[in-house]
């Protein structure tokens, strides 16, 4: 496929205009054009890259490369006074919009009862691609891939997103003016303009390894750090001993796990990946990681049990059901009984003389709560 794009518009003579082609020995700067080769056709691709510096030409081109598909605008036609989940696909399951918005890496779950107006600039963009990924054009050209976001956000996202647009059919082309992107991306083929270069995909890096430190560290870390992105209300977990994961030295992901000695088990709570992280699999293998720590014998007590979970998360919940790491032990619409669960926590502590904890109690939401067990790797 060969791109070609010339671009003219009108030549002044004003006095200023005069002056700088004087100046500067340009004659005019009515002319601009490029032109590209681009070896696609008759291929099997998913996933295409144009990058190169502003004013390369990349816009130009990526918009005669499907001359059925206009360019497709991340940040366009989002109604403000509804949220976000209600914009992607008004029509379509509820479970894929939320498993998109997850898969991208918006897994914050309060982002999406907010308009898109009021999102920060990753927000909006995990959101425009989450809308992209469930309109699954059979063709689209995105401009200002990942331009206005910061670089770690930009690099995560897009490793998301590729993972999201491999699962399903269709082409996309992306135009980005970052090159750090690239191997995060893992596309099938690069042009770059800036260098009028083609390549294919086993001409690239493989995508960097991150390493996952977990480290036991103070239950305060938890509101410094991660409770903004908690999306639900609860009392700290009685007992309990709080995990971090650390990517290069930034704390990225957190987990407490309290004793659950009644049912000969542990229970793990409070699982946060921070929003620059999620999309690329951190929170699941972070999560696993502490519950093997425990199930090998190295939580409180030095009890080699099992650790159960519980969300109301539906992309955590399709991941945790299809490991063999994990097995589902039950599901729930609403909680149990606040009330039921205050009066019991009452004349406990009446035997033991302590005051009552008027007020107090578990349940009483509306959440389709799941609740998982991990076994680890069972031997058959």
């Known amino acids: 496929m060969i791109v070609e794009v010339k671009h003219r518009c009108s030549d002044f003579n004003s006095y200023r205009a005069a002056r700088v082609k004087s100046l500067f020995n340009a004659e005019n700067g009515c002319d601009w054009q490029v032109k590209a080769e681009l070896p696609i056709e008759g291929k099997e691709w998913q996933i295409g890259l144009i990058v190169g510096p502003s004013g390369s030409g990349k816009t130009s081109i990526g918009s005669k490369i499907f001359e059925d598909a206009p360019i497709y605008d991340l940040y366009a036609g989002w109604d403000n006074d509804k949220p976000i989940v209600d914009c992607i696909v008004p029509d379509g399951d509820f479970n894929q919009v939320t498993g998109m918005l997850s898969a991208v890496g918006l897994g914050d779950v309060p982002a999406w009862l907010r308009p898109f107006n009021v999102l920060s600039n990753g927000e909006k963009f995990r959101a425009g ?55 995060w991306l893992q596309p099938d083929w690069v042009y770059d303009t800036a260098e009028a270069r083609f390549y294919e995909r086993d001409c690239l890096q493989q995508r960097p390894k991150l390493t996952l430190e977990i480290y036991k560290v103070k239950g305060s870390v938890f509101p410094r750090l991660f409770k903004k992105h908690y999306y639900l209300d609860l009392p700290s977990p009685v007992a309990a001993e709080y995990f971090v994961g650390v990517i290069n030295g930034e704390p990225v992901c957190h987990l407490a796990v309290t004793p659950l000695f009644t049912a000969n088990a542990y229970r793990a709570t409070r699982l946060v990946v921070l929003p620059e992280w999620q999309g690329i699999g951190v929170g699941t293998k972070f999560l696993a990681a502490v519950c093997e720590y425990h199930l090998q014998g190295f939580g409180r007590c030095g009890r080699k049990l099992p650790v159960f979970f519980h969300t109301s998360h539906p992309q955590l919940c399709g991941a945790l059901r299809h490991s063999k790491k994990w097995v589902q032990t039950g599901g729930n619409l609403y909680g149990a009984n606040k009330t039921r669960s205050a009066m019991t926590m009452i004349r406990s502590a009446q035997r033991k003389g302590k005051p009552d904890c008027v007020g107090t109690g578990y349940g009483g939401h509306f959440r389709a709560v799941q609740s998982f067990k991990y076994v680890g790797d069972v031997k058959s």
């Open 129 to 183: 691609l989450a809308r992209l990924a469930c309109e699954r054009p059979t063709r689209a050209v995105v401009d200002e891939f990942t331009s206005v976001i910061d670089r770690q956000i930009a690099k995560v996202g897009a490793a998301a997103f590729a993972k999201t647009w491999r699962r399903g059919s269709g082409q996309i082309v992306l135009l980005s003016c970052h090159y750090d992107v690239i191997e």
